[in-house]
Each structure stands twice: as C-alpha cells, then as structure tokens.
C-alpha cells in the first residue's frame, strides 16, 4: 500500500518561514492536496493540487512538489498557524493520508 | 454556507453495529462524491471510504472492507456508513467530507465536525 512520511513535529520562531515535508517514491507524479487540523476541530484544506490555494486560505501558504518530496511552506509562521497538517493523495481510487505534521510556532 | 452535519455515533459493545449519517446543505449532493475518514484518538486521519454521485462506485479501506457500508440519499441530502462487527480499534472521530474534483484530481474542500464512535464492553 502507498505510504506517505511526514515528521512528526516541526518547530519555527514566529515570522520565520517553516516547511513541512511529505515524502513517497515518484510522490511528484501525482497531485497533493495539504490538510490544517486545529486541536479538537474537523480538517481544513489548505492547498491542492500541490500548489493551488484555496479561497480563504493566507498568501503565505505555498505548495511544491517535485521527485519523491511535497513540501507545505508557510513563510511568515503566525501563532494561529500552530496546528497539524497532513499531506493526502489518492493511489488506486483509495485515499491516503501522511501521518501527520505537529507545527510550533516560537 | 456548505454544512456537513453527522450523527449517529456513541458508546457499542465489541461485535455491535452502528450507522452513522451525515446531512448535508448549502449544495446539491448529487453533483459530488463523499467520503468519509476516521481519525483514532490521539491518531492521524484515516481515509475510510468514497461514494459517487450515483452510488454505482463505492471504495473502502483494506482494514474496514467487509464490515462497512457506504450508502445515501440525494433526495434526503443524506450519506450514510453501517459499520459491523465492532473493534475496540475502530474507536475514533468519523468525519464525512465532500469531495471536490479539480484539474485532474480530487480533494475534500468541506468537512463536518465529527462523530465520536466508542467501541468498549
């Protein structure tokens, strides 16, 4: 089954830039879609397609994806943006999710 | 204002059924497919199936196939997941979330708040 690797945490001083990685073999062939999930609340879509913004969601968001890594960027890290987020893609008509990223903002 | 509501969830004994629902308003259900996701306590997100407008395609997880059943109801605005035969591994938040197609892939752009399915004697 395809697997995606996350980190488990992510730490980044407030304002800095932060990257949150998922990572698969040849992940760049296919499109990502990015997930925020604040404590004790449902999922939020934050990117798609790999680097498509979603109505709503801040400029500061941004997507890549290329080779085996898609990375999540979030330049100019805010408090509010402290939460976990989880990459996802579909292999075969099944949805896959990374494991998921813890981000701290300093 | 797009809402996905679901319920249904509680407390079962190992070896229950529950059936959870999810209404849905502001859209019209027949034009998107559904999926619902599960997320254990303290876990990550789990995809756990997909409906189609039409129900003709319907997808499960490898770990769920057998003791669920996606279903729904485009005139009741409803979709719908029968879950059998009840582990203590199947604890977690049920969400439904509508899916979105979009230049080549799909992603789920509205979520609901949850159903909290307990499974413990």
């Known amino acids: 089954s395809y697997e995606l690797t996350q980190p488990l945490s992510v730490s980044v001083a407030l304002g800095q830039a932060a990257e949150i990685t998922c990572g698969s073999n040849n992940i760049g062939s296919k499109n990502v879609h990015w997930y925020q999930q604040r404590p004790g609340q449902a999922p939020v879509l934050v990117m798609y397609?790999?680097?498509n913004r979603p109505s709503g969601i801040p400029e500061r968001f941004s997507g890549s994806n290329s080779g085996n890594t898609a990375t999540l960027t979030i330049s100019g890290a805010q408090v509010g943006d402290e939460a976990d987020y989880y990459c996802?893609?579909?292999?075969?008509?099944?949805?896959?999710f990374g494991g998921g990223t813890k981000l701290t903002v300093l | 204002e797009v809402q996905l509501v679901e319920s249904g969830g509680g407390l079962v004994k190992p070896g229950g059924s529950l059936r959870l629902s999810c209404e849905v308003s502001g859209f019209t259900l027949i034009s998107y497919n559904m999926n619902w996701i599960r997320q254990a306590p303290g876990r990550g997100l789990e995809w756990v199936s997909s409906?189609?407008?039409?129900?003709?395609?319907?997808y499960y997880t490898a770990s769920l196939k057998g003791r669920v059943l996606t279903s729904r109801d485009n005139d009741k605005n409803s979709v719908f997941l029968q879950m059998n035969s009840l582990r203590a591994e199947d604890t977690a938040v049920y969400f439904c979330?509508?899916?979105?197609?979009?230049?080549?892939?799909?992603?789920?752009?509205?979520w609901g708040q949850g159903a909290l399915v307990t499974v413990s004697s």
């Open positions: 397609n790999d680097d």
């Open positions: 996802q893609l579909w292999d075969n008509d099944t949805g896959v």
């Open positions: 979330a509508r899916e979105r197609c979009s230049g080549g892939s799909c992603f789920f752009d509205h």
């Open positions: 409906i189609d407008s039409g129900s003709t395609y319907i």
